[in-house]
């Protein structure tokens, strides 16, 4: 399967001002698999060793004179490494934060030797305190298989193609297929492992229960990587996203975690799982003006997990309601529309908010901005477009031009565009352009 990160490792491969690499990102999502692909692909041989699991780390990275580092991740890779021909990979760093501070020293003395870390925690590591080699590293965000490489994986490279032609005649001619692509899409997710055995045998029972395993497994990172006292309170958030999103206003509430739930108490879980990739924090604005972090407010805000399908296992939604019928645009209050959305974002590195007045009759499913303008983005899970909130924003805030994703098919207002959800990467990919 192909994923999209692999131009930016070519990228980085090819930069006379390579620094050692970093790519982050929640488990399971392909790290170890990206990383030893690309370097079976663009190097003459791989070196690789993992953290959790390779014996006498102790003596590969006893001090920091590179040189011996390397001749002993040599003797226990077992593969000759030499300068520009091998790929050095340096897997769950997060178990070893020796080998983390070991770039500095890499990016100081031996540019010549390509190095790739992968890390699931290293947002926990940062804050609990692990010398970091700011200025020394590269650093690169693995994500969930988006739509686009959802679509590559199912076979349809040539309507991926078709999307980002731009030809909106030929686009809706193809929609009922992107329909039925998204619907799959809705259930299978992009947790890799999933999309490859989807692929593979097309059984949607398989695929609910990799979900569950995959869910059971984070369960158990709860437990293992943080404070026993704060693994209630972190089953409880997480827990509470599903039903957070099903409400029509879905500012996350403390309250619906349990009565009487106050920031205080569940602040530090919520950070615990930003940090482990599991949930995506969205603020809200209280002025859609540039830069959006600036009016950014860090105690009011929605919570998103990693993937559709995730959040699809997490409320058992039948697979009939979301691959057969309707039910997947029109219930759940616009749950898995909006997680989609976001998630698609995420995966691009875009960053997103929400805007809200106080006393939140109008409000704004995100706000995104790229080099020079504020983007308004209203989601919209159905044919049924009618809105207020966007009518009175745009009134409020005339010079801007608004976003609208639906299932309806493109039509530029003039003063909003309509974009059909399964199109969201061609004005995703018109950001990037704008933005570089």
């Not at 488990?27 to 041989?45: A, D």
């Not at 080998?99 to 390509?114: Q, S, V």
């Not at 697979?319 to 998630?343: P, Q, R, S």
């Not at 565009?417 to 704008?434: F, H, R, S």
Request: aromatic share 12%.
């Amino acid at each position: 399967m192909k994923r999209l990160l692999i131009n930016d490792l070519v990228k980085w491969k090819n930069n006379p001002n390579r620094k050692p690499l970093i790519l982050n990102g929640a488990r399971q999502v392909g790290k170890t698999w990206l990383l030893q692909n690309f370097g079976k692909e663009e190097y003459k041989s791989v070196a690789y060793i993992n953290c959790e699991r390779s014996e006498n780390l102790e003596f590969v990275f006893e001090d920091f004179n590179v040189r011996r580092i390397i001749m002993a991740i040599s003797a226990v890779s077992d593969v000759d490494i030499l300068p520009n021909e091998t790929l050095i990979i340096v897997d769950e760093i997060q178990d070893y934060p020796r080998a983390l501070t070991a770039l500095k020293y890499f990016c100081e003395d031996a540019p010549e030797y390509h190095v790739a870390v992968a890390g699931s925690l290293l947002g926990i590591m940062l804050h609990s305190g692990v010398s970091f080699p700011v200025g020394k590293v590269n650093m690169l965000n693995l994500y969930p298989m988006n739509f686009e490489e959802f679509l590559m994986a199912m076979g349809k490279e040539q309507a991926l193609h078709a999307l980002h032609s731009g030809d909106w005649k030929l686009i809706n001619a193809l929609a009922p297929m992107y329909i039925d692509m998204l619907r799959q899409y809705y259930y299978v997710g992009g947790m890799p492992a999933v999309v490859k055995s989807y692929v593979e045998n097309y059984s949607l029972m398989q695929v609910r229960e990799m979900q569950k395993q995959i869910l059971f497994d984070y369960s158990h990172d709860f437990s293992k990587h943080t404070v026993s006292k704060e693994i209630p309170r972190i089953n409880l958030v997480w827990g509470s996203i599903p039903s957070q999103l099903a409400k029509e206003n879905k500012k996350f509430q403390y309250s619906e975690i349990k009565k009487g739930g106050r920031a205080s108490e569940f602040e530090l879980a919520i950070q615990w799982l930003v940090d482990m990739g599991l949930v995506y924090k969205v603020q809200r604005i209280t002025e859609p003006r540039l830069p959006l972090n600036f009016y950014a407010q860090d105690n009011i805000f929605k919570l998103f997990i990693l993937d559709v399908g995730l959040l699809g296992a997490m409320m058992d939604v039948r697979a009939a309601d979301v691959i057969v019928n309707d039910d997947i645009f029109v219930e759940y209050k616009g749950a898995f529309t909006e997680e989609f959305v976001l998630t698609q974002l995420v995966s691009k590195d875009i960053p997103a908010y929400y805007y809200s007045t106080n006393d939140s009759q109008v409000e704004i499913d995100f706000v995104l901005q790229d080099s020079s303008k504020v983007l308004p983005v209203e989601v919209k899970a159905e044919e049924n477009v009618r809105s207020k909130s966007l009518k009175a924003f745009i009134d409020k805030y005339p010079d801007l031009k608004a976003i609208r994703f639906s299932m309806k098919p493109y039509i530029d207002q003039g003063w909003m565009e309509n974009i059909p959800l399964y199109a969201i990467g061609v004005t995703l990919l018109d950001m990037n352009n704008l933005s570089s």
